[in-house]
């Protein structure tokens, strides 16, 4: 987890932030944490595919189709 660092300027600014300002600081702030997050997210396809295959009633067809279908959706 990377750790936040929040400088004196920073501080001393988000002390006098009305309702307004302190509503977009932390809508910006939630966003940049749930972007970041998400560019970080990566499927391992491999284990993907044994753990489906390992599931009562897919088989090696429905499990590819399974896949191909998070790649495609990967691409888009």
Request: net charge positive.
């Amino acid at each position: 987890m990377k750790k936040v660092n929040i400088t004196r300027a920073v501080y001393k600014d988000i002390k006098r932030y009305d309702h307004n300002q302190m509503n977009d600081f932390l809508t910006r702030y939630y966003i940049n944490g749930f972007n970041d997050g998400l560019a970080s997210a990566k499927i391992d396809y491999d284990v993907l595919r044994e753990v489906l295959l390992s599931t009562k009633g897919i088989g090696a067809v429905k499990a590819d189709a399974v896949i191909n279908k998070l790649k495609e959706l990967e691409l888009e």
